[in-house]
C-alpha cells in the first residue's frame, strides 16, 4: 500500500463524500425538488468538514509544496474544461429544443429541470477535478 | 527519458539520508522527493537549488539537462 501525502488523504475524502451524497442523485435520476439539493449541498459540507477534520488530526505532516500546487491547478483546469464542455452541450440541446418548439418556459416544472441540470454540471465538474487531481498523484505528476 | 535527470538518491544514500529527512531538510513532501528520484517531476528553480544545498554539492552535480529528452 503507498503512503499517501496529506493533500491525497484530503482528495480521496472529498471523493468519498462527495459519491455517498451525490450517488443517488445521479443513480435515481429523478428531478430533485429545491429542498433535496439543498439538502445534498449541506450533507457534503458536513461530510467534508468531518472528514477533513479526522484527516487533520491523524496526519502529523501536513505539508504541502510545489507540486502540490501544480496537481492543484491541474485539477482546477480538468474542472474547469468538463464544465465549459457540458455547458456548451447543455447550451446546444437548449437550442435545438427551442427551434423545434418543444420548449415551454412557462410550464412550471422547467425551474426545477434547469436547477437540476445546471447543478448536475456542477457536480461532475467538481468530481471530474478530484479525480484528475488523485491521477496525477498515482502517476507521480 | 525525461529531459532534466538527477541523481538524488544516489547523493542521498552516499549521505545516509532518508527521503524524509531530505523532504524536511527542503520543505517538500515526502512523495514530492520520490517522484523527483524517479525522474517524474521536474522541480521548479528554487527547490533544485534547495535540493542541491541539502544534500551539499552543486546544481550542476545533482541536475542534469539532455536536450534530446522529452519535456
Redesign the interface.
Known amino acids: 500500500m503507498p503512503?499517501?501525502?496529506?493533500?491525497?488523504k484530503s482528495l480521496y475524502a472529498s471523493l468519498l463524500a462527495e459519491l455517498i451524497v451525490y450517488g443517488p442523485y445521479f443513480i435515481r435520476h429523478h428531478q430533485q425538488p429545491l429542498n433535496t439539493v439543498a439538502g445534498m449541498i449541506a450533507a457534503v459540507v458536513v461530510l467534508q468538514i468531518i472528514a477533513q477534520s479526522i484527516i487533520a488530526a491523524s496526519t502529523r505532516?501536513r505539508?504541502?509544496?510545489?507540486?502540490?500546487r501544480l496537481i492543484e491547478l491541474r485539477g482546477y483546469r480538468a474542472g474547469y474544461l468538463t464544465l465549459a464542455s457540458l455547458m456548451v452541450f447543455g447550451l446546444g440541446l437548449l437550442w435545438m429544443h427551442t427551434a423545434a418548439g418543444d420548449f415551454h418556459l412557462e410550464n412550471h416544472h422547467m425551474g426545477i429541470h434547469f436547477l437540476n441540470v445546471f447543478f448536475a454540471m456542477l457536480v461532475i465538474a467538481d468530481i471530474t477535478k478530484t479525480v484528475a487531481q488523485i491521477v496525477a498523484?498515482r502517476?507521480?505528476? | 527519458m525525461p529531459a532534466i535527470r538527477n541523481r538524488i538518491r544516489e547523493l542521498r544514500a552516499e549521505r545516509d539520508l532518508t527521503q524524509q529527512d531530505l523532504?524536511d531538510k527542503v520543505?517538500?513532501?515526502?512523495?514530492?522527493v520520490?517522484?523527483m528520484e524517479?525522474d517524474?517531476?521536474s522541480?521548479?528553480l528554487e527547490?533544485a537549488f534547495k535540493v542541491a544545498i541539502a544534500l551539499g554539492v552543486s546544481l550542476e552535480q545533482c541536475f542534469q539537462y539532455d536536450g534530446r529528452g522529452k519535456r
Open positions: 503512503s499517501l501525502s496529506y493533500r491525497e505532516n505539508v504541502t509544496d510545489e507540486r502540490d498523484y502517476r507521480a505528476l | 523532504a520543505g517538500v513532501t515526502r512523495q514530492t520520490i517522484a524517479q517524474k517531476y522541480p521548479s527547490t
